[in-house]
């Protein structure tokens, strides 16, 4: 499946990231997006929270973040349902249940049964090996299995790891990587390590913490000046400790 041939794309689970992601993929992507998720209640509160939401389409135009027009293409462009034949049409389809290796696995077992042969799964996993995670699909589809791990919230954070097994093809990675960039996210290459939790940003920011918890512990700073050093002297926009510093107040 090349990017030209992505047309359709399925974010399995509605929660604060399957929303974000199917948010951003049909307003700056301007892909077609299927959201499933398990109940009535949570697809309709999916919905709200791409146009209500503090990150939502709404407030975009509100703030002048996004031409109402373009708003209101998105809102056309998204279908939320419970049912997983919904899915079988799906192009690209991006998971985003909860982090639970074993739901993933049954999901993408079921996935592989119900979308079509042709069309690449990727995870948005914190951090499970997606060889892992893909275990229980065919080989072939295994060729076109990749990660593809977004940031909270997804509408502003532009980062999007892209994490290719031994298994993925060369022109799965690229399709992966060309989906995220038509949706306006950096994307930062990973291969996936068996035997890791994470992939580069949850590694790198859990092993900062832990100097950081170091630091702490042993009486050489407190937590509120770890936290200020990090946002005053690395523009990082919070710190380790509950110091949001800017985030959250603006778009
Ligand atoms: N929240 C974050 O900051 C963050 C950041 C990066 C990655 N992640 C990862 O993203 C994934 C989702 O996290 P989240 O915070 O959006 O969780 P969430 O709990 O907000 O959403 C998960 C959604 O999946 C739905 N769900 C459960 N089983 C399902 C199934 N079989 N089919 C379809 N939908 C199903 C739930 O009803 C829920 O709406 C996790 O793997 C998490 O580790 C989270």
Request: glycine share 10%; charged share 25%; with cysteine.
């Amino acid at each position: 499946m090349k990017l030209d041939d992505v047309k359709t794309i399925g974010v399995v689970g509605g929660g604060v990231m399957g929303g974000g992601i199917g948010q951003v993929m049909a307003a700056h992507g301007g892909f077609n997006v299927v959201i499933r998720d398990i109940s009535e209640e949570i697809v309709e509160q999916t919905k709200d929270a791409i146009f209500e939401s503090k990150w939502g389409l709404k407030r975009a135009v509100e703030v002048g973040k996004m031409e109402f027009d373009r708003a209101r293409e998105a809102m056309d462009l998204i279908t939320v349902t419970t049912d997983q034949q919904a899915l079988a049409d799906c192009d690209f389809i991006i998971e985003a249940v909860p982090e639970r290796l074993e739901l993933k696995q049954q999901v993408f077992a079921e996935l592989d049964t119900v979308v079509k042969p042709d069309a690449i799964f990727t995870s948005n996993t914190s951090g499970f090996v997606i060889a892992e995670i893909a275990q229980n699909v065919s080989e072939d589809r295994k060729t076109r299995f990749a990660g593809m791990h977004y940031s909270n919230p997804v509408p502003t954070m532009k980062m999007c790891e892209v994490i290719y097994t031994q298994q993925t093809s060369r022109e799965t990675i690229d399709t992966v990587a060309g989906v995220g960039a038509q949706a306006g996210k950096a994307i930062c290459m990973v291969m996936d390590a068996p035997g890791t939790y994470g992939f580069l940003l949850n590694r790198i920011f859990a092993a900062a913490r832990r100097e950081a918890d170091k630091i702490v512990d042993a009486g050489i700073a407190s937590r509120e000046d770890v936290d200020k050093a990090m946002i005053t002297g690395r523009n990082w926009p919070a710190g380790f400790y509950g110091n949001r510093g800017g985030i959250g107040k603006q778009w």
